[in-house]
């Protein structure tokens, strides 16, 4: 029977990690998984020594203020790694403290696997060079990321991206709409401000105010926000009271809500990439502390900072980036996406381009092959399980 460790530090990731687990007991089912999560992984069999619930942090200077924190929870999960002694260590996204806590586990001789691998296309590049040397495999979820991690001397799998396994609607879009109460003579607007606390506080608050302005056009607009694992349902309503926008909020099914949805105002990230899948089109916000977003700027040699539009290489959805991103400017990009066929019909045809660059069904298969394949090789063990 192998042991993984699983590290991840945000709701993505958890849903990441979750979907790993639930490959990983598919091929093995006695397999041991402890490690760093959230609830999905918890229910996926995941025993959580650590949850992260109010662990995300955005940017650099936030990170530096939360440095002591960090440390202490990355110490606790080396003296874990030290005392359970996994024959590997996954980890998922949540780049400079999983890296950091990658070399820990180099240094007691326990493999690691690298799966949403630091974004060193982007920014950093030097990073991959850095990252090769720590972990033993990088399961690659873009084409342009196996490149650019091979020529850095990692051993390198290209998966496909996770995303096509796990976006999938459970329901048939009549019952969708009863599900939610949503009336399908009338347009859904979805918010999708982040699961984490600073985003919501930061982004939140502008969709509102851009919610009002789109009222103002399109009267009988109907917002929707689901909750992340990570925010409490107090927050959000103590947020929303503040705004004469009448928003239903929602913990479940948030897949089967985008694909009646007519488009969403979301935070950058991984939510954006469901959205297309989904074939839901999105105008995409950040905003982030003024000197993380120069830092940042100086360090990203990239022209799109949504997902979507860095996998289609061009600009397929409007971006809206830290003082661009104002309610006047978000209604300004959403409303034609609500009342303007041709704009709608451009867009769809637009994301059925970025859903075929993202690759094959598999992915969490392929992953769970790659962390078996380095578990048996550290355990000494044969593959029969994989």
């Known amino acids: 029977m192998y042991k993984v460790m699983i590290s991840v530090g945000e709701a993505s990731g958890d849903l990441h990690g979750a979907s790993v687990a639930a490959a990983l007991k598919n091929i093995q089912p006695d397999i041991k998984l402890l490690g760093m999560g959230g609830q999905a992984m918890r229910s996926a069999g995941v025993e959580i020594v650590h ?58 001789g326990i493999p690691v696997v690298s799966y949403i691998s630091p974004s060193a296309w982007a920014w950093r590049k030097g990073r991959a060079k850095d990252v090769a040397k720590i972990v033993d495999r990088l399961a690659a979820i873009f084409p342009f990321e196996a490149d650019v991690y091979r020529e850095a001397g990692a051993n390198v799998t290209f998966v ?80 929303i009271g503040k705004y004469k926008l009448n928003v239903k909020l929602t913990n479940e099914r948030t897949y089967d809500l985008m694909t009646i949805s007519d488009t969403a105002i979301a935070a950058s990230g991984t939510v954006t990439l469901e959205a297309a899948i989904l074939n839901l089109p999105c105008v995409v916000i950040y905003k982030l502390a003024t000197l993380t977003y120069l830092l940042g700027k100086f360090l990203v040699k990239i022209p799109h900072f949504s997902l979507p539009n860095i996998v289609a290489g061009r600009r397929i959805i409007p971006e809206l980036l830290q003082g661009d991103a104002n309610p006047d400017n978000i209604a300004k990009e959403v409303i034609p996406t609500l009342i303007d066929e041709a704009e709608k019909l451009r867009l769809k045809n637009d994301l059925v381009e970025v859903r075929q660059k993202l690759g094959d069904i598999g992915a969490v298969g392929r992953v769970a092959k790659v962390i078996l394949e380095v578990a048996s090789a550290k355990a000494g063990g044969s593959n029969e399980h994989i």
């Not at 005392?83 to 403290?97: A, G, K, Q």
């Not at 976006?167 to 607007?189: C, G, L, Q, R, S």
């Open 51 to 108: 949850d992260i619930a109010d662990l995300g942090v955005i940017g650099f200077v936030e990170v530096i203020k939360n440095l002591p924190r960090l440390f202490k929870l990355r110490d606790s999960l080396v003296e874990l790694m030290a005392f359970e002694r996994p024959d590997v260590l996954v980890v998922i996204d949540y780049p400079d403290f999983n890296m950091r806590l990658a070399e820990k586990a180099k240094e007691l």
């Open 160 to 239: 496909g991206h996770p995303l096509m396994d796990i976006v999938k609607p459970t329901m048939p879009k009549d019952e969708a709409y009863k599900f939610f109460d949503a009336d399908p003579k009338h347009p859904v607007v979805l918010l999708l401000p982040g699961s984490r606390k600073q985003e919501i506080t930061n982004l939140l608050p502008v969709m509102l105010e851009a919610g009002e302005k789109i009222v103002d056009k399109v009267p009988n607009c109907q917002f929707y926000l689901p909750i992340a694992s990570t925010i409490s349902r107090e927050m959000l309503q103590d947020i």
